[in-house]
């Protein structure tokens, strides 16, 4: 798949699930991470987007594994991907963000969930980061009063 869409111009964007523990087999090895990441790399994958799936890690992992991998990987870009079952969501993308990272997933609304890892929540929300970020005075481009309504607007369709 991946030569095929280099080829022909595609944008690829690689996925690394559950990059810090698995609901099934537990914790998981930056080994195991690493491996899957290198993998993506040598097929030339735009990007890597490394995934707390079941909302577990802490910020302490996050910016370990993270400040790893930009070491190991120092021509990728990663992306933070974090669902806040624990409530840790918003702190592992400050983690992130201190270990290089500056691209992140987000949820309006904090909407979503993943069918493949039991009891896990939505991902972030995207209200919850821009307003985290703007009271750090980081400029997101995103107007915030705006944001907040359309949030409102899409918790309403999926009631």
């Given at each position: 798949m991946f030569p095929i869409a280099k080829a022909n111009g595609v944008f690829m964007r690689g996925y690394v699930s559950m990059a810090f523990s698995c609901p099934y087999e537990g914790a998981v090895s930056y080994e195991q991470v690493k491996k899957v990441v290198s993998s993506f790399v040598?097929?030339?994958?735009?990007?890597?987007?490394?995934?707390?799936?079941?909302?577990r890690a802490n910020p302490r992992i996050v910016y370990d594994r993270l400040t790893q991998l930009k070491e190991d990987f120092p021509d990728t870009t990663f992306v933070g991907h974090f669902h806040d079952t624990s409530g840790f969501a918003l702190a592992n993308i400050l983690a992130a963000m201190q270990a290089g990272v500056t691209k992140f997933d987000t949820s309006i609304g904090g909407l979503g969930g993943c069918p493949f890892?039991?009891?896990?929540?939505?991902?972030?929300?995207?209200?919850?980061?821009?307003?985290?970020?703007h009271a750090m005075n980081i400029s997101t481009g995103i107007a915030q009063e705006r944001l907040a309504g359309i949030a409102e607007f899409a918790k309403q369709i999926v009631k």
């Open positions: 040598e097929n030339g994958a735009d990007e890597l987007s490394i995934g707390d799936t079941n909302g890892s039991p009891g896990s929540t939505g991902n972030v929300a995207t209200e919850k980061v821009v307003e985290m970020l």
